[in-house]
C-alpha cells in the first residue's frame, strides 16, 4: 500500500459551487495540486482507489462487533454515535468529491443536515450533542448508505477524476482515519457506563514486562526547523515550517507508566492544590476525579475499563486517559515538566526505530490498549499513547487558513486547545507522522492520552 509520503503536496483553495446543500451558492472545498504528468496521475489512480477502498473497509470492520443500539448512543456532548462516525465520512466524500463532478445525485438531500460536522459554509446542521437522538436512519440504513457512495466513488476513480479531484479524494482518506480513532475512542465511553461494562471485542492481555527507570534523551537546543517540509500530505496545521530556537532539553525515553501514576495517588497528587494549574484544581474540585479516566479501585488493586473489558491495571504499561490539567500537575510533582510540541518534534525527527507498523504502538485489532514496551533497542517516541505538550494549539508563524469550507477543517479550532504529539494504539497504521498535531482541551480524558517527561539542562 502506497505510503502518504508518495503523494504529491496538497494546496487548498475554494471555489463556488450553486446548489451544494440547498439552493444557495455554496463555498465548496477543493484541493489543488502541482498539475502532475499524465502518466504521474494514471499511476496513482489505482493506488489511491486501493488505498480509498481498504481505508472504508476498516471502518466497517471497527463497526461489525456492534449491534444497532451500541451504534445509536451518545454518551456525552462529546462523543459521537458510531453510526454518526460512519455517515459523517461517507457525506464527506460524497458532499466534496462527488459533488465536484456535477452529475452524482445526493443519496438522500436530508443526509446533508444530519451528518455535517462543523462546516459553516456548507450548510446548517444538526447540533452535535443531539447526535444520539437519532434513532433513524438506522444502521442498516447507514450500512446502505455507504455502499451507495462507495460504489459512485469507485465509477468516478475509474472513469478518471482530475487532479484537485484526485487530491480531495486523499483528504479524505486521511479524514476517515481520524474519525476511526474517534470512533474506537467514542465507543469505548458508551460501553463504559453500561453497568455491565460490556467488551468491545476481545483483546489480547498484556505482555509480562520488566519495567526500568527513565534515561534521558539529551538535545543541545539551538535554532531548529519544524513543521511539514513538504513531499507528502500533511493537514494544514502542520505547516509553514519554520525556526524555532530551542535552550537545552533533555525528555524521558519512555512514557509515564501507571506504576509512577499510582505513586503520584498515593502520595496525594489529586489533593494537592499546589501542584495543579487553577482552573485544572477547580475541575478536579468540581469532578472529584481521584484516577485516571477508567480506573476503579478494586478489591485488592486498581482495575481499568479497556475495549476488552475489565482488567487489573499493569503498573508497567503507559498510563492513559489522563488530562491536559492532570499531566502538567504529575509533570511538577515529579521535578519535571511536560516537552514543547517543537522540542518532541526535533527529537522525534531524528529517532530511529519510530517506524509506524502495526501492533507496534499503533492500531492492532488484538489490541486496542496501551502496552509496556519491552527494554533494550532504540527508544520510540511515537505509539502507544498520545502525549501531552505544554504548547498551546496556535497557528504557525505566517500560517494562513485556506478560503472556504477547508479553512474550518483546523483553523478556527486554535485557541482554548493544547497539542498532543506521537499518535496511540488506535491511530490507524499510516496516518501519523512526527510533524502531526494533534489537539484536545485541557479537561479531555477520554482520548488516549498520556504524557512523556521533560527537563532543561
Not at 455517515?87 to 451528518?115: D, I
Not at 479531484?165 to 463504559?192: N, P, R, T
Request: charged share 20%; net charge negative.
Amino acid at each position: 500500500m502506497p505510503t502518504p509520503t508518495e503523494q504529491p503536496a496538497v494546496v487548498v483553495r475554494a471555489r463556488a459551487q450553486p446548489g451544494l446543500g440547498g439552493g444557495d451558492d455554496r463555498s465548496v472545498l477543493t484541493v489543488q495540486t502541482a498539475p502532475p504528468l499524465l502518466d504521474a496521475q494514471t499511476s496513482r489512480t489505482p493506488a489511491l482507489a486501493a488505498r480509498l477502498a481498504e481505508t472504508r473497509r476498516l471502518t466497517d470492520v471497527l463497526a461489525e462487533p456492534l449491534s444497532p443500539e451500541d451504534q445509536t448512543i451518545q454518551s456525552m456532548p462529546d462523543v459521537s454515535p458510531t453510526k454518526w462516525h460512519r455517515a459523517h465520512t461517507t457525506w464527506f466524500f460524497e458532499t466534496f468529491v462527488l459533488g465536484s463532478t456535477g452529475t452524482h445525485r445526493p443519496f438522500e438531500p436530508a443526509y446533508g443536515y444530519l451528518f455535517n460536522s462543523y462546516y459553516e459554509t456548507v450548510g446548517p446542521r444538526h447540533p452535535r450533542a443531539e447526535r444520539g437522538l437519532l434513532s433513524r436512519p438506522g444502521a442498516a440504513e447507514i450500512g446502505a448508505y455507504r455502499r451507495h457512495v462507495d460504489e459512485a466513488m469507485a465509477r468516478a476513480l475509474d472513469g478518471g477524476l482530475g487532479p484537485d479531484a484526485l487530491a480531495l479524494v486523499e483528504l479524505g482518506i486521511h479524514h476517515e482515519q481520524q474519525h476511526q480513532e474517534l470512533l474506537l475512542m467514542d465507543i469505548k465511553h458508551v460501553l463504559s457506563v453500561n453497568p455491565l461494562r460490556p467488551a468491545y471485542r476481545r483483546i489480547a492481555g498484556p505482555p509480562t514486562v520488566a519495567e526500568r527507570a527513565p534515561r534521558w534523551i539529551e538535545h543541545p537546543g539551538g535554532l531548529v526547523e519544524v513543521g511539514h517540509a513538504g513531499g507528502g500530505f500533511a493537514f494544514d496545521n502542520e505547516s509553514p515550517r519554520h525556526r524555532v530556537h530551542l535552550e537545552p532539553f533533555a525528555v524521558a525515553d519512555r512514557l509515564v507508566s501507571c506504576r509512577d501514576w499510582m505513586a503520584f495517588i498515593d502520595d496525594g497528587g489529586y489533593r494537592t492544590p499546589q501542584l495543579w494549574l487553577s482552573e485544572g484544581w477547580a475541575t478536579v474540585s468540581n469532578t472529584g476525579w481521584d484516577a485516571p479516566l477508567y480506573w476503579r479501585r478494586g478489591d485488592h488493586a486498581w482495575e481499568v475499563f479497556t475495549l476488552g473489558g475489565i482488567r487489573p491495571v499493569d503498573p508497567a504499561e503507559p498510563v492513559c486517559h489522563v488530562s491536559y490539567f492532570e499531566a502538567d500537575a504529575f509533570a511538577r510533582w515529579a521535578d519535571a515538566r511536560l516537552p514543547t510540541e517543537a522540542e518532541w518534534e526535533t527529537v522525534a525527527s531524528t529517532q530511529p526505530g519510530d517506524e509506524v507498523t502495526e501492533g507496534d504502538g499503533f492500531l492492532d485489532l488484538d489490541h486496542l490498549h496501551p502496552r509496556a514496551v519491552p527494554a533494550g533497542g532504540p527508544p520510540r517516541l511515537s505509539g502507544q499513547v498520545w502525549q501531552w505538550t505544554s504548547s498551546a494549539y496556535l497557528p504557525y508563524p505566517r500560517f494562513r487558513p485556506p478560503l472556504g469550507a477547508v479553512g474550518e477543517y483546523n483553523g478556527k479550532f486554535m485557541v482554548n486547545q493544547h497539542v498532543l504529539r506521537g499518535g496511540s494504539c488506535v491511530t490507524p497504521v499510516g496516518h501519523h507522522r512526527p510533524t502531526y498535531r494533534n489537539f484536545f482541551p485541557p479537561s479531555a480524558r477520554w482520548p488516549f492520552a498520556g504524557l512523556r517527561l521533560a527537563t532543561d539542562r
